[in-house]
């Protein structure tokens, strides 16, 4: 499944939001798809009893609210059939009865249905419309089709259906058949679905949430009747259940022979401080070749996801919130994603850094790229850029996993190899978050794609450093170190973000990194700190509520930070890099300054980089299909220059 898709509004869609298929390789055991389950549908979904409660409370102040939870509950009625099987109509005669790939359901008759559907629907005449009546009441009645077409008790359904043959064991068993069955029952096809639009994002999002459930039962609804087995005739149509693909089958297997699979563990030491602390690093005092940056380019991702577009897309185990609440929450307004490939995503950066350093590949002496989401192991990323880039040999060339710590990880080493090869070390800081995802509403809110290079090259002789210090660290308690996962086999293999960890770990570390610059003199020639002596501070992009929070308690005022979050989201290594491009481009660096650049991030790491910007090293960004050339030897970017370069 594509991870997103523009429909033909123009509009971006995310497929798995509204298609709950689960990679059921991942799945370990029985308990472990309940516990998906029960996440997934069970926590957000309602009972019938729960609404009509709900509604006489006077909890539901508009149709939509209503609406929403009578689609979670269809949703969480039908959670086994979406995720596991495909349903189809088929003749009683023509049912195989000895395989093991073939399921029917044995149910329980719900006596009160009818009487609670009405009772339901009632409900929802009664209330007012929260944006449009008629888009409201065509989305409801799709909808309870669906919902007042169930006879039996939805909490009674196993896990893993019965076979025919296990049907077939009791013949009082009680399933479904169909009073009629006409083979041309019209569905809504898949594209029909992503360009389904709505001048509401909410109900945008919800009219998709009623066509995939239309899908799931695609015959007259008013036939529907539960009998018993012994009930049934030969021409009787009824309903078969086939496994979605063959890693559902393979897990039924496993699931009832009892061979499950073993699901990784943690344990939970008491961490145990360093026998001393980490110096940070001077530059100056501990190399005798200072590294000068000689160039800084970026690649945005081609498609902006805004949050109203999140709120279109609202998956069916999300909580409601609106595009406005994203904000109060994240400070991110858009992300931006590529629907290139991770690897154009980084060469396109690379390139850009060693043309305007005009560095050639006979004279790069190391390639080194910072990321977390690479899905290259063979060749590494590294080596691929390299051999893209037409470098014969390389003093090295490999990958740097250090997640949002990424920079300064990636600098610190790249200043280490310069004493070595005493040629320009190209730097590439590269995510792309967009296809790892899947329906992870924390991760789809903060994270977005995007690259960086930086070109170090050797300083002249006596000249001063362009990285002046840096330090890095790493682990902590393993509830820190597991904050930020992928994949994660517990979100069908998605990434994931545990926020207060993550929360707990940033603040540990920003505190730390602060405390130590702030007790380290400034460079010779100014008085005071270090820390004093920072003209701007461009942390990792992680999350601007929660940095303006963390800045504030370390006793840091907003106005000293440097965000870009807003427009590009958190591009974990490449956000760094890419603020400080940006904070060119709006004027805010408009001269050579000294920059703090800490990041932060999964596995508990973390690093800074205390560092001087001439902005005359940064390249302007332009789209691969912009031919126009912006000299940035011309200074800071002219408003026209922005203009062209940045749309």
């Not at 109900?203 to 695609?218: C, F």
Request: charged share 20%; proline share 7%; net charge negative.
């Amino acid at each position: 499944m594509q991870p997103f898709e523009l429909n033909r509004h123009g509009r971006i869609v995310f497929p798995s939001n509204f298609f709950p298929e689960l990679d059921f390789s991942t799945i370990t055991s029985v308990d472990h798809l309940d516990a998906v389950i029960r996440r997934d549908f069970d926590t957000k979904a309602p009972t019938v009893s729960e609404i009509l409660s709900r509604h006489a409370q006077g909890v539901y102040r508009s149709k939509f609210e209503l609406m929403r939870d009578v689609a979670l509950n269809i949703f969480w009625a039908n959670r086994f059939a979406l995720t596991m099987f495909e349903k189809r109509a088929t003749r009683w005669a023509d049912v195989p009865r000895g395989r093991d790939d073939l399921f029917m359901p044995i149910v329980t008759p719900w006596p009160e249905s009818t009487q609670r559907m009405t009772e339901v629907e009632s409900a929802y005449r009664g209330l007012p419309a929260a944006w449009d009546d008629s888009a409201e009441d065509a989305i409801f009645s799709r909808l309870f089709d669906v919902f007042a077409a169930r006879k039996h008790i939805a909490g009674d359904l196993p896990t893993v259906k019965p076979t025919v043959g296990q049907l077939l064991s009791d013949p009082k068993n009680v399933t479904i058949r169909l009073g009629a069955y006409d083979p041309n029952f019209p569905l809504f096809g898949y594209d029909e679905i992503l360009d389904y639009d709505a001048d509401v994002a909410e109900l945008e999002a919800l009219g998709r949430w009623s066509m995939v459930l239309h899908n799931q039962q695609p015959w007259d609804r008013k036939q529907i009747e539960l009998v018993s087995v012994d009930e049934l005739r030969d021409d009787d149509y009824v309903v078969v259940f086939h496994p979605r693909d063959r890693e559902v089958q393979r897990f039924i297997t496993r699931a009832m022979s009892g061979r499950a699979g073993t699901a990784v563990g943690f344990t939970s030491p008491e961490p145990v401080e360093p026998a001393a602390p980490y110096p940070a690093v001077d530059v100056r005092s501990e190399f005798a070749v200072r590294p000068r940056i000689d160039a800084i380019a970026v690649a945005h991702g081609d498609q902006v996801c805004t949050n109203e577009d999140l709120i279109r897309n609202s998956a069916y185990n999300w909580s409601p919130m609106t595009a406005d609440e994203i904000v109060a929450k994240t400070g991110i307004e858009q992300r931006r994603y590529t629907s290139g490939t991770f690897e154009d995503l980084a060469l396109s950066a690379a390139r850009q850094a060693v043309e305007h350093a005009n560095v050639g590949p006979e004279n790069i002496g190391a390639v080194i790229v910072c990321t977390c989401t690479s899905g290259r192991l063979i060749p590494s990323l590294a080596t691929w850029i390299s051999g893209e880039l037409g470098i014969a040999q390389s003093h090295a060339s490999f990958d740097l996993i250090a997640a949002c710590a990424g920079m300064p990880y990636g600098l610190a080493e790249a200043t280490r190899i310069l004493q070595q090869v005493r040629r320009p070390v190209l730097v590439v800081c590269v995510e792309k978050f967009s296809d790892k995802i899947g329906s992870v509403r924390p991760s789809r809110m903060i994270f977005g794609d995007g690259a960086a290079a930086i070109v170090v090259s050797p300083a002249s002789e006596g000249a001063e450093p362009d990285i002046e210090y840096f330090n890095s660290y790493a682990s902590g308690p393993t509830s820190q170190v597991n904050s930020i996962i992928w994949p994660n086999p517990d979100f069908d293999n998605a990434i994931t973000v545990y926020g207060p960890e993550v929360k707990s770990l940033a603040g540990r570390y920003l505190q730390q990194m602060l405390d130590e610059i702030a007790a380290l003199p400034a460079p010779a020639g100014t008085e005071g700190s270090l820390l004093e002596s920072i003209d701007l501070i461009v942390p990792h992009q992680a999350n601007k509520t929660m940095i303006i929070e963390l800045a504030a308690a370390a006793g840091l005022s907003a106005d000293r930070l440097y965000f870009n979050i807003e427009t590009v989201g958190n591009a974990s290594s490449a956000s760094i890099p890419l603020a400080i491009h940006d904070a060119v481009r709006d004027g805010v660096i408009d001269r050579p300054v000294r920059i703090f650049a800490p990041g932060f991030g999964a596995g508990a790491v973390a690093g800074y980089t205390v560092m001087r910007v001439d902005p005359s090293v940064v390249v302007p960004f332009r789209h691969a299909d912009e031919h126009a050339e912006i000299d940035p030897a011309h200074g800071t970017p002219s408003p026209d220059d922005v203009e062209l370069a940045f749309h």
